[in-house]
Structure formats: structure tokens, C-alpha cells
């Protein structure tokens, strides 16, 4: 499984667009990116999974480069709501039977 | 209505003591997963489980913990003689399809005392 780095926490206010950026440089061929949001107390949330390019959900963004070392979600327009620890995941989703968690970002939402 | 539930939503026990923590999923689902997160800590893989038998455990999952199906319908783990460093939360988790993902039970708080 691929290791990832993203950073430990971010501030931002209502309203604004919040992008938060994950590396995985040894990222492997089979290996899909998948982000979880978790709530304190409560189990993480699945947010949004892409192989390459961008994809989008009513939730949020991924974008994806071409050389896929690095992803990025992004929350549009966050809200008080959206203060939660943000995990980045690499694997091959579809022959793994366990998901790896680092640290995550833990992002603030200020009024 | 949640797809998965947990029962109890938090347990405190004595150090020693037994305890079997469960998970309900609503919908027919083959693959379980147990994680725990001590607090301000990660998330911790324990076990996998599917077509009734465990498909992979980490480290963590030692000779105290086991896992059962016992009726087809409720997934438990069970820690023998638990330990201070045993309090977490423990999270339960089945595998959907639509998406592709692990989805997390709402989790149950253990305190060993």
C-alpha cells in the first residue's frame, strides 16, 4: 500500500473553497486514491474515490494528475459542518482487504 | 435507516473481564471488517472477515480477540481478558459496492478500568 503524506491540519472560514492535497509518490498501477471524512466519536465517512482525471460528487471534488502522485479534494463553499479529520487512502481497493490510515488533516472551519 | 448498527454504543468493564461487542448490518453484505482508533489516535485495521472465516488480521489481533458470525446476521468481536490499553473505539465495517467502499458502523466507545 502506498504510502501518503497530506498536511496535519487546515483553517478556513465559511463559505470558502477548501482544497486539501495528499502525496503518494509510490502510488502503484492498481491503486485507486479514496478519501474519508471522520466526525470526533464517530466512524469515517466515505467521501469520494478516483483513479485518474477529476471526479465529482455532490459532496466534493477530486483531482487527479496525470502522474497521479498527488490528489486533491476539494470542499466547496465549507461550512461549520465540514470541521472534521480528512484521511487520504491509497490501494487497490478491489484485492485489499484493509484500508490504512495515517494521521489525516484536520481541518477547521471558523464562523 | 444506518446500515450497519453497533450494540453497546459504549461498555465499560474491568480489566480481565470478557466483552463481545456487536455490529448489525440492515442489507445482505459478505465482507466485515473490525477497526479500532484509541483516542487521538489513527485508525487501526483489526481483522477482515468473509464467507465465514477470516480472510486477513493484523498484528493487533492477538489469541484475545475472536470473531463470529454466530447467526448469519450479527458480525461480533469478542476480547477474552482485556486490557487497559484495550479502550478504543471499535468500529465495525461491511463492504458495499455502490460505491466501492468500507462502510464504518457509528462505532462503540470501550473502557477497561
Known amino acids: 500500500l502506498a504510502k501518503t503524506t497530506q498536511p496535519i491540519s487546515m483553517d478556513s472560514y465559511e463559505g470558502q473553497e477548501v482544497n486539501i492535497t495528499c502525496s503518494h509518490n509510490n502510488i502503484a498501477t492498481n491503486d485507486y486514491i479514496t478519501w474519508y471524512q471522520q466526525f470526533p466519536s464517530q466512524g469515517p465517512r466515505f467521501i469520494i474515490q478516483g483513479y485518474k482525471t477529476k471526479v465529482t460528487n455532490e459532496v466534493a471534488s477530486l483531482f487527479i494528475p496525470a502522474d497521479r502522485k498527488s490528489s486533491t479534494l476539494s470542499l466547496p463553499r465549507v461550512s461549520l459542518s465540514d470541521t472534521a479529520v480528512y484521511y487520504c487512502?491509497?490501494?487497490?481497493?478491489?484485492?485489499?482487504?484493509?484500508?490504512?490510515f495515517g494521521t489525516g488533516t484536520r481541518l477547521q472551519v471558523f464562523p | 435507516e444506518p446500515e450497519v448498527t453497533q450494540t453497546p454504543s459504549h461498555q465499560v468493564t474491568q480489566m480481565g473481564q470478557e466483552v463481545i461487542l456487536r455490529c448489525v448490518p440492515i442489507s445482505n453484505h459478505l465482507y466485515f471488517y473490525w477497526y479500532r482508533q484509541i483516542l487521538g489516535q489513527k485508525v487501526e485495521f483489526l481483522v477482515s472477515?468473509?464467507?465465514?472465516?477470516?480472510?486477513?488480521k493484523s498484528e493487533i489481533f492477538d489469541d484475545q480477540f475472536s470473531v463470529e458470525r454466530p447467526d448469519g446476521s450479527n458480525f461480533t468481536l469478542k476480547i477474552r481478558s482485556t486490557k487497559l490499553e484495550d479502550s478504543a473505539m471499535y468500529f465495525c465495517?461491511?463492504?458495499?459496492?455502490?460505491?466501492?467502499?468500507?462502510?464504518f458502523g457509528p462505532g462503540t466507545r470501550l473502557t477497561v478500568t
Open positions: 472477515f468473509y464467507n465465514n472465516e477470516i480472510s486477513e
Open positions: 465495517a461491511v463492504l458495499r459496492t455502490e460505491p466501492y467502499e468500507q462502510y
Open positions: 487512502l491509497v490501494g487497490d481497493m478491489y484485492n485489499t482487504d484493509k484500508l490504512i
